[in-house]
């Protein structure tokens, strides 16, 4: 049975992206900072399928529980063979004349140093430079990078700009030692992201801005991303799929 590991698996993507690992024979460790009882309640409805899973507490952008994270994987499912960086935050809308340094402190360390450092560990893990059997690393970044935010988010937006350089450079890094390294990009997506904002409502707000006229499902950004973990995906690296309705 192959492992995977999705940070920030509580709720939202993360959570659609492990039950469809589950449903397809992985064992899921899902990470979560401070969502316990959302975290369990996952475990166990993967469970009831007779699929196998953890969870696991961890703040990825603090580097020693970064650390143990992964050697608690290592012990209690065995040898990674994917990655999920799905963590991320936004906090309220506001334009950057407002935005204070501890602000941005905050949403760089969860959005780039986390990835960055969960990265790493999967590949001293996975990489066959340190006797690993290969394995894939999925970033989870947004159309932000490309939109920019403006009025809104563009803290959020320069961070996952970093995850999408991350991803094309490591992906050259460590494409001769069986690693592939991939990301999605979602665009409006119905999670509870946007309440974080400020903004619950957001979904209704802009989804005629959309080409196709709606937000997306979380499962629609999961397909994506456990498309990319396939073998179906074998010859994919440093590639990105837009998951945006077009916009």
Known sequence: MKTILITGASRGIGAAAARLAAGRGYAVCINY???APAADLLVREIEGKG???IAIQ????VE???VRLF???DTSLGPLSALVNNAGIVEQQMRLDQ???DRLQRIFNTNVTASFLCSREAVRRMSTRYGGKGGVIVNV????AQLG??????????TKAAVDALTVGLAKEVAAEGIRVNAVRPGIIHTEIHASGGEPNRVERVKDSIPMKRGGLPQEVANAILWLVSDEASYCAGAFINVSGGR
Request: proline share 6%; net charge negative.
């Open 58 to 61: 961890a703040d990825v952008a």
């Open 51 to 53: 699929g196998k899973a």
């Open 33 to 35: 900072r401070k969502n």
């Open 141 to 144: 970044s947004s159309m932000a």
């Open 99 to 101: 935005m204070t340094a």
């Open 71 to 73: 050697e608690k994987v």
């Open 64 to 66: 020693p529980e970064v």
């Open 149 to 158: 935010a403006p009025g809104e988010y563009i803290d959020y937006a320069a």
